[in-house]
């Protein structure tokens, strides 16, 4: 069944930081060859940290001089607030970065598997928690359900800088939707960091209801997993978007928490703006 088109395609080289949009994509088993190559620990805290609890992530941005492949990242070009730029392997891309963000943090390509300890995460209160997801009074927690199983203990799938699967799919229709519950706010995909827009007639059914089917679009296919639960970063001010925690809100309150949802590859390729997207099963 048709669905749409690709609008945009986005890859991330440093979690957390402003990305790059693509004309053309390789799409292999981790995704987007070279996304969230990268990562900030928070040394204070002793964690890999991103955006929820280092906002200033958000006023830096990443891109590659050379293409990324599904086993080799190389060094990217991140472009400070001030607009100087320090390459991911300058010597001093470490103090660099914490001076500009006020605190020690250190920066660190993808890790292996095995290596346990850099994706460790630090127990979280349930105060924090409702925090992060801009719970109120009265609001319940959104399922984890169909989550990996260790997202409570790891900051990310181990061997990656995800927050749960390799890609994040978002459509126009649900963009629409929410922006008719709240006019004034500014319901963009820098807002939601998505790797693929997908432009889908407003009459579509929202992404959530492709749960465990397959998504065609250029030679790749994917399969869905689940709806991703939104957190404060959709809130937080990047570029010309202002601080609004009402964008948030109008997700936790009419669109069940969710927007976009998550896949994994199950049959590598290209992907370009403008193919077709269609749902095969």
Not at 49 to 72: C, M, Q, V, W
Not at 232 to 255: E, F
């Amino acid at each position: 069944m048709y669905i749409g088109t690709v609008q945009s395609l986005w890859r991330y080289p440093v979690k957390s930081m402003l990305g790059e949009q693509l004309d053309v994509a390789s799409i292999g088993p981790l995704g987007i060859p070279g996304d969230r190559g990268y990562a900030i620990r928070d040394e204070q805290a002793g964690e890999i940290r991103g955006a929820k609890k280092i906002p200033g992530l958000l006023r830096f941005s990443a891109r590659y001089r050379e293409e990324p492949t599904d086993t080799t990242i190389p060094p990217a070009e991140i472009t400070l607030p001030d607009g100087v730029i320090v390459r991911t392997d300058d010597p001093d891309v470490h103090s660099r970065l914490s001076y500009t963000l006020g605190h020690e943090v250190t920066l660190w390509p993808r890790q292996p598997a095995d290596n346990i300890e850099h994706y460790r995460r630090h127990p979280r209160a349930m105060e924090d928690i409702q925090q992060l997801l801009g719970l109120e009074a009265g609001d319940a927690l959104p399922s984890f359900e169909g989550f990996p199983p260790d997202i409570f203990h790891y900051v990310s799938p181990l061997g990656t800088y995800f927050d749960a699967y390799p890609l994040h799919l978002l459509t126009t229709t649900s963009l629409r939707r929410l922006t008719a519950h709240y006019p004034e706010g500014r319901f963009v995909p820098e807002r939601f960091r998505p790797n693929l827009v997908l432009s889908t007639a407003e009459d579509r059914s929202e992404e959530a209801t492709w749960t465990g089917k397959i998504l065609r679009l250029g030679t790749v296919e994917l399969l869905i997993k689940v709806p991703t639960i939104r957190c404060v970063m959709t809130t937080l001010p990047q570029g010309d978007l202002p601080k609004d925690p009402r964008i948030l809100r109008t997700v936790v309150q009419h669109h069940s928490h969710q927007a976009g949802v998550y896949a994994i590859v199950t049959q590598p390729g290209r992907v370009r703006v403008g193919d077709p997207v269609e749902l095969i099963a």
